[in-house]
């Protein structure tokens, strides 16, 4: 007798367990995975873009916009990469 109470006290909540796993499982928006956040996106724009925009909106002169080129194209040839110790 000790057993089959034990078995009916036990049987509600093994049902109710079954139903918020099969609840979980079928909910919409949820593959089953851990899905990664997406990789951080790159600039989408060089120094060379942004001069070239900056000259063309008329806030730098032509002479500026010349020398800031040649100074950015003369870094990218050297390897730094615009930066200047």
């Known amino acids: 007798m000790g057993i089959m109470m034990l078995l009916w006290m036990a049987l ?5 367990a079954i139903g ?3 609840l979980v499982r079928v909910s919409p928006g ?3 995975q851990v899905q990664s956040p997406p ?3 790159r600039p989408t724009s060089t120094a060379l873009a942004i ?17 800031m080129r040649a100074e950015l194209e003369g ?3 050297a390897g730094t990469g615009g930066v200047q110790s």
């Open 30 to 32: 949820r593959s089953g």
């Open 12 to 16: 509600p909540l093994i049902l109710i």
């Open 39 to 41: 990789p951080p996106s």
């Open 51 to 67: 001069l070239a925009e900056r000259y063309a909106r008329g806030e730098i002169s032509t002479e500026e916009y010349r020398a």
């Open 75 to 77: 870094a990218d040839r």
């Open 20 to 22: 918020i796993y099969l």
